[in-house]
């Protein structure tokens, strides 16, 4: 949502908004110039947007019915829409890249849209976090020529809205039960998917996608059945370094600074992708060696010879698994402390089971309240339940309030934050608790000396 504000401001439109709390990502919108209030009060909507022949209203799925501002537009003849609906409009007459997936979604899609931008083939992008490379999640090209690349979001059946040339897919899990009545039910929705895309799809090898004529499928990964293969995987200070293996012939040497066998895979699906649409080979090993990733997404934010200070989105077992292997993988000797976060009720329903199995790997695992979000408690369902069904004896729950106090008691070593709620919004501090905690020890070995 907070992309499609930036691209109608820079495009010369007034723009305003409401959200339930304030963020960075907010006092950056209103830096922007956009207005954005956080009380459900329509009072506090300018007059200049009560105008019901001038004005747009867009809303998410976050937004309950029952929101008095979406009740006050609806009973007053505005025009209001769902996000989805206005990416589509934005982009139906545009030669647009549309990448979905159950996870990895947002870094390939940043991944791409960088690529695009260095390769002036980029109209706009519409990114589902923020890149570091442009600290943003949206960022303008070239209006008169290139590609629209949007992450296409399968909750609520978004992404259905869309009409994209060339499309990717990179996983399909079970998620957004509440939606999707199992994974057949997901699985069948993608390929709904995939059957409005134009040209090309772009596949994880992994998917379970019918064939078909149209769109002609392209599938990447690590397996030999593959038209874009990683090989000779290595890593050299710091970065993966990998060769990929294509129908045409051999690129050796990709560099990228973000670790774990996803991110090899995700840039996989970004060189397919550009590749594919025909940008110069130099252009796309540059801008993925370049890209320095996007926020929450295995996000260093602290670091110093004896801690480490790691900050990720991931909300759904399989993405917890992925970051547990890239910080084994980098650092396979420290010990790993885990605050997790559970986000929704129903996920936390839905995977109790798988949560517990993955966050009993770290050598210390910390769990707090879960992030409601849109939803509503379920009655029962709480962060215990994924407390009961771990098998480490070295996990414990703490209140979202009280996390500041455990870390500073705990001092880790290796201190992971997980979760797409607002635990993101402690990281600043942590961060401070952290580098204080390393300046009492050195200022005690000082004395000692």
Do not use: W
Not at 22 to 29: E, F, G, I, Q, W
Not at 189 to 207: M, Y
Not at 426 to 431: A, E, G, H, Y
């Amino acid at each position: 949502m907070s992309a499609l504000a930036r691209f109608f401001k820079f495009n010369g439109y007034n723009v305003a908004g409401y959200d339930s709390t304030v963020s960075d990502l907010t006092k950056n919108l209103e830096k922007d110039g956009i207005q954005i209030h956080y009380e459900d009060n329509i009072s506090l909507v300018d007059k200049n947007f009560k105008n019901n022949k001038e004005t747009l209203v867009v809303y998410t799925p976050a937004i309950q019915e029952s929101h008095s501002e979406l009740m006050f537009f609806r009973k007053n003849d505005f025009e209001v829409i769902k996000r989805a609906k206005l990416l589509f409009m934005v982009s139906k007459n545009e030669k647009t890249v549309a990448i979905a997936g159950s996870h990895g979604k947002t870094t390939i899609t940043a991944m791409v849209s960088h690529i695009f931008k260095k390769a002036q083939k980029l109209q706009a992008a519409f990114v589902g976090g923020i890149l570091k490379n442009y600290n943003s999640n949206f960022i303008n090209g070239n209006k008169k020529s290139g590609c629209i690349v949007t992450e296409a979001d399968e909750f609520d059946k978004s992404f259905l809205q869309l009409q994209p040339f060339l499309s990717v897919i990179s996983a399909i899990e079970p998620d957004h039960l509440d939606i999707y009545s199992d994974i057949n039910d997901l699985e069948k929705t993608f390929g709904e998917f995939v059957s409005q895309t134009d040209k090309v799809t772009v596949v994880n090898e992994k998917v379970k996608i019918t064939e078909n004529e149209r769109p002609y499928i392209f599938r990447y990964g690590f397996g030999d059945d593959v038209d874009f293969k990683a090989i000779n995987i290595r890593t050299i200070e710091n970065y993966q370094v990998f060769d990929i293996k294509h129908f045409e012939g051999t690129i050796e040497n990709i560099k990228i600074y973000m670790p774990g066998k996803v991110n090899i895979e995700n840039a996989l699906a970004a060189f397919a992708t550009s590749y594919l649409l025909s940008v110069e080979i130099g252009i796309i090993k540059q801008a993925l060696e370049e890209f320095k990733g996007v926020e929450r997404r295995f996000d260093t934010l602290y670091k110093s010879k004896k801690r480490i200070y790691i900050n990720d989105y991931a909300h759904h077992p399989s993405e917890i698994e992925g970051l547990y292997e890239a910080v084994k993988q980098f650092y396979p000797d420290k010990k790993i402390t885990a605050v997790f976060q559970p986000h929704l009720y129903s996920r936390t329903r839905d995977f109790a089971d798988g949560f517990a199995k993955v966050l009993s790997k770290f050598d210390e695992t910390i769990i707090t309240d879960i992030y409601p979000a849109r939803e509503k408690p379920i009655e029962g369902v709480s962060s215990q339940m994924i407390i009961d069904k771990m098998s480490s004896n070295t996990v414990k729950y703490c209140k979202y309030d009280k996390i500041y106090e455990l870390i500073e008691k705990e001092e880790p070593e290796l201190l992971l934050t997980i979760g797409a709620g607002d635990i993101n919004n402690l990281t600043k501090k942590i961060s401070d608790i952290l580098s204080k905690i390393d300046q009492k020890y050195k200022l005690k070995n000082e004395k000692i000396s």
